[in-house]
C-alpha cells in the first residue's frame, strides 16, 4: 500500500504551508493517520496524530501552529502548517495504521529565515 503525500516546498520563517496525505479508500477510514518529519541527521519523529474518530494529538514544538485533519470523502488527511520556522525544516512522512502500517513517499519542507 502507497500513499500519496504533496505539498512541500520552501517557505520564508512564518508563511504557510498545507501537506496532503491521498489513501486507498478501503484503509483510510479505519486508518490512525500521522505525519513524521525527519531532519538532516536526526531520526524520524512523530508530528501529529488523528483518529479514526477525530482526536487528534501533537507534538510540542508545533501546538498552535499546526492543525492535523482528515476527510473522508477524499480519503486524504491534511497537516496544515502556520507560523513555520527554520526548525520546521524535514522531509515530512504521512503514515496510515490501521493494524498494518503505509508510509508515503516523503515530501520536503524548507524553511528559511
Known amino acids: 500500500v502507497q500513499l500519496q503525500a504533496s505539498g512541500g516546498g520552501l517557505v520564508q520563517s512564518g508563511g504557510s504551508l498545507r501537506l496532503s496525505c491521498a489513501a486507498p479508500e478501503r484503509f483510510f477510514r479505519w486508518s490512525i493517520m500521522a505525519w513524521y518529519r525527519q531532519a538532516p541527521g536526526k531520526q524520524r519523529e512523530l508530528v501529529a496524530r488523528i483518529t479514526a474518530g477525530g482526536s487528534v494529538a501533537y507534538q510540542d514544538s508545533v501546538k498552535g501552529r499546526f492543525t492535523i485533519s482528515r476527510d473522508s470523502a477524499k480519503n486524504t488527511a491534511y497537516l496544515q502548517m502556520n507560523n513555520l520556522k527554520v526548525e520546521d525544516t524535514a522531509v515530512y512522512f504521512c503514515?496510515?495504521?490501521?493494524?498494518?502500517?503505509?508510509w508515503g513517499q516523503g515530501t520536503e519542507v524548507t524553511v528559511s529565515s
Open positions: 503514515n496510515a495504521d490501521w493494524g498494518s502500517t503505509a
